[in-house]
């Protein structure tokens, strides 16, 4: 009966006899699930029917050659099971997709294929389908400027650009470049000081302009008019102001006082000063021995000495010749004739 129109079983049945009765049987084929009422068989593609019990993340087919279901896992899963027993696991879940450990794995959105992405601090140094994670601040700085140093954010390890000692930063953008801290406000020297550079740190080093002086305390720089601060260095009875072309400290001895210093140490002395000739040089008082200017006033024929007690000049005449003068008046005359003096 079978060779008789399948002996009227499912054209994807084989037919067959019972061996006691030998009755028709009708048993579906390799790939074919019965979906009849018995005794009706009816065979249906097993893909079709609870998708040929493959996992719900498979996708069923059939073999070629003999058309046993084939359990397949979708774009985007892996079988960890068996070749017998598919169990399909989301790839990501699974050694990360094999996306590395410095890299995120997700899903194309489309296609569910496995995505690859490096970690927020990291960059892709890898050439065309390969993806390698290295830490951003080892390719290209971060792109950070070259005079920045390249670091991470603790919480999120975003890349961190901040400028190297001795820069700041000129724009708001984390990219933006570093220049030189003394070219902004002056490094934050004050207008009274220069800004420079320490030349081993680099850090900003604050020195006051000629003619200030530093009054602030421990690392703080506040540059103070010398003038204003112990009256320049200058003595107690000088004057302090400023050179008008270099603004150096000038000490210049009050009225009534003159210089018995040197012109680099001012020391400002009384005027009235027996024994002394004053001289006005550049502007600043000399204090002389006034023997050492026109022989302190003396005759031509004496010679010049102070009083041991007052320091005031004392003329004498030299040997060979006599006071003819009057008073206190030293006129030095050769022994020639005898002279009187008349008072």
């Known amino acids: 009966t079978c060779t008789i129109k399948n002996g009227g079983c499912d ?42 019990g493959c996992d719900i993340n498979a996708e069923c087919s059939h073999r070629l050659e003999d058309f046993d279901v084939v359990c397949n896992c979708r774009v985007g899963f892996i079988n960890v099971g068996t070749v017998n027993g598919v169990n399909c696991s989301d790839g990501c879940y699974v050694n990360n997709g ?8 997700s899903h194309d959105l489309t296609t569910m294929a496995i995505q690859c992405t490096c970690m927020t601090g990291y960059t892709n140094s890898g050439n065309g389908t390969t993806l390698v994670c290295t830490d951003s601040c080892k390719v290209n700085n971060g792109g950070c400027d070259s005079s920045a140093t390249c670091s991470h954010d603790s919480v999120t ?51 006051c302009n000629k003619g200030y002086t530093n009054t602030g305390f421990g690392n703080s720089v506040y540059c103070t008019d010398s003038c204003q601060v112990n009256n320049g260095e200058c ?17 210049s001895c009050k009225n009534g006082y003159v210089n018995s210093g040197t012109d680099s140490v001012i020391k400002c002395t009384g005027m009235n000063l027996k024994g002394h000739h004053i001289r ?9 021995d006034a023997c050492q200017v026109n022989n302190g006033g003396c005759d031509s024929n ?17 040997n ?4 003819t003068g009057c008073g206190t008046t030293v006129k030095c005359t050769g022994i020639i004739s005898n002279l009187v003096c008349f008072t």
């Open 98 to 105: 094999g996306c590395g450990v410095n890299a995120v794995c």
């Open 320 to 323: 060979g010749f006599v006071n």
């Open 280 to 288: 006005m040089l550049e502007d600043v008082f000399e204090l002389l």
């Open 157 to 207: 390890f975003a890349v961190v650009c901040g400028c190297s000692i001795g820069f700041v930063r000129s724009g708001c953008d984390i990219t933006a470049g570093c220049i030189d801290s003394c070219k902004v406000k002056n490094g934050g020297c004050g207008e009274n000081a220069a800004c420079a550079h320490d030349n081993l740190t680099n850090a900003v080093v604050c020195t």
């Open 235 to 251: 003595d107690s009875n000088a004057a302090c102001s400023h050179d008008a072309s270099t603004n150096i400290v000038v000490c």
């Open 11 to 52: 054209p994807n049945a084989g037919c067959s006899h019972d061996n006691a009765t030998n009755a028709v049987v009708c048993t579906c084929k390799t790939g074919y699930t019965n979906t009849g009422v018995a005794p009706a068989v009816i065979c249906s593609d097993s893909c079709s029917l609870y998708n040929g």
């Open 302 to 318: 004496a010679t010049c000495s102070h009083d041991a007690s007052t320091n005031g000049v004392v003329c004498s005449c030299k």
